[in-house]
């Protein structure tokens, strides 16, 4: 199959990324605009606690049942599907806009059925790249990934608030409709491959479901190094999101700034993503991807650790940290999805990804509950401290760890192991 990826592969992958592009363009606008709609209307930091919640469940909840679903469900249907459930629920936001008839509950269930069919979609996305993309050009097409999000994140929110002057909101939204339909064109006319199926499997049963579910957290539980790359991702989602959640106080309280000051933070963080993603779409990394995950760790690390280190007096060193850490992190992002990308069985690459993408959104709330009270004792830059130093001390174990540094070539033994049998 590889063989022959090689000689069109690029007009079938791209083709669908561009379109998917598209609609996460349009998902960043309606999202951007949803948030400003609770914003006004409710100035209550109840209600946009409780929109990210509603946002987190199908994730933390469903994704281990969906990513069994994904492998054994035609992928290319369910991102059809996914891409076009989530354009009918922005059509019933639209119609409920334009006839005044929106409540706060509506939103909040669209929320949640347009991130129920992301948890669809994304694992598809992801375990389909694999199939479609020659393992020697996946950390750079990784890399393209993590450049276009972070080219979304500092395009589409301000693109939103500009046509929010414009027009009204129901117009708004209906460019997701159009971007959906971008999106959905190009799945129409390419052919995804999909990995091989144990017939043995009776898809309908709930219990074969759950034997599924079963299979992929064993997958991991017997295969330690990938085990262990699953946890480090887990634990960077827990060390470093407080933090970033709890910037807008640090900017207010520590350096004594405003709106300007906090929107140039956001903004050097972005400008670092697209740096970051664009170095690695060109570079690919190491050869062994292993160790560019690791160093980019330890230097996300030490980038957090300028913010905590930086006095009142001190801001511009704040920037640096945050521009370095918005640069390490599509590295470190990039690096691990290839990894699991190029050495994942495909069948099991949907329950991978959904267990990674469960327990990293899980770590969300659950360490905001502990990071703020903790931050009241030691103070905000004390939790960047925390943070920065946990990245650091979780690099040097990666690169001390046997099972972590040698995930590449366990995954080469079971390949050809595989093969054999």
Same mark, same amino acid.
């Given at each position: 199959?590889?063989?022959?990826?090689?000689?069109?592969?690029?007009?079938?992958?791209?083709?669908?990324?561009?379109?998917?592009?598209?609609?996460?363009?349009?998902s960043q606008i309606v999202q951007f605009t949803l948030i400003w709609y609770l914003t006004k209307e409710t100035g209550s930091a109840t209600v946009l606690a409780?929109?990210?919640?509603?946002?987190?469940?199908?994730?933390?909840?469903?994704?281990?049942?969906?990513?069994?679903?994904?492998?054994?469900?035609?992928?290319?249907?369910?991102m059809i599907i996914a891409d076009l @459930?989530?354009?009918?629920? &922005? %059509? $019933?936001?639209i119609l409920l806009f334009r006839v005044g008839k929106i409540q706060i509950w509506h939103i909040y269930l669209a929320m949640f059925l347009r991130e129920f069919g992301s948890t669809f979609h994304w694992p598809s996305m992801r375990s389909s790249?694999?199939?479609?993309?020659?393992?020697?050009?996946?950390?750079?097409?990784?890399?393209?990934?993590?450049?276009?999000?972070?080219l979304l994140n500092v395009v589409g929110p301000p693109l939103a608030a500009i046509l929010l002057d414009l027009t009204d909101i129901h117009n708004i939204l209906a460019i997701d409709i159009i971007t959906a339909f971008l999106a959905v064109t190009p799945l129409l006319f390419v052919a995804i491959p999909q990995p091989a199926q144990d017939q043995t499997d009776n898809a309908k049963s709930a219990s074969s479901l759950l034997q599924d579910m079963k299979?992929?957290?064993?997958?991991?539980?017997?295969?330690?190094?990938?085990?262990? @790359?699953?946890?480090?991702? &887990? %634990? $960077?989602?827990?060390?470093?999101?407080?933090?970033?959640?709890?910037?807008?106080?640090?900017?207010?309280?520590?350096f004594q700034g405003g709106a300007f000051q906090l929107s140039l933070v956001e903004s050097v963080f972005g400008i670092g993503v697209i740096s970051g993603g664009v170095l690695l779409s060109t570079w690919g990394g190491f050869k062994k991807r292993i160790l560019t995950t690791i160093t980019a760790i330890i230097g996300m690390g030490g980038a957090i650790l300028l913010i905590a280190f930086a006095s009142p007096s001190q801001f511009?060193?704040?920037?640096?940290?945050m521009l370095l850490t918005g640069f390490t992190n599509p590295i470190v992002n990039g690096s691990i999805t290839a990894i699991m990308q190029t050495n994942v069985k495909p069948e099991m690459q949907g329950r991978v990804f959904t267990t990674l993408n469960s327990l990293a959104n899980a770590m969300s709330p659950f360490s905001m509950l502990?990071?703020?009270?903790?931050?009241?004792?030691?103070? $905000?830059?004390?939790?960047?401290?925390?943070?920065?130093?946990?990245?650091?001390?979780?690099?040097?174990?990666?690169?001390?760890?046997?099972d972590l540094m040698n995930i590449e070539e366990e995954g080469q033994r079971r390949q050809q192991a595989e093969k054999a049998s």
């Open positions: 199959m590889q063989v022959q990826l090689n000689k069109n592969w690029k007009t079938k992958f791209f083709s669908i990324w561009i379109g998917q592009a598209f609609s996460l363009l349009g409780t929109s990210t919640l509603v946002s987190l469940l199908p994730n933390v909840l469903l994704a281990p049942f969906i990513g069994a679903l994904v492998d054994r469900w035609d992928r290319k249907r369910i @459930l989530i354009a009918l629920v &922005t %059509l $019933i936001l790249t694999s199939l479609l993309v020659p393992k020697e050009n996946m950390a750079r097409v990784e890399g393209m990934n993590q450049t276009i999000r972070g299979l992929g957290f064993r997958y991991l539980k017997n295969w330690k190094g990938m085990l262990l @790359l699953t946890f480090t991702a &887990t %634990l $960077i989602n827990f060390l470093v999101n407080p933090g970033f959640t709890l910037t807008p106080l640090l900017v207010t309280q520590h511009n060193l704040a920037l640096a940290g502990i990071a703020a009270p903790v931050a009241e004792i030691i103070g $905000i830059q004390g939790w960047f401290l925390v943070g920065g130093l946990g990245c650091i001390i979780m690099g040097i174990f990666g690169l001390l760890n046997p």
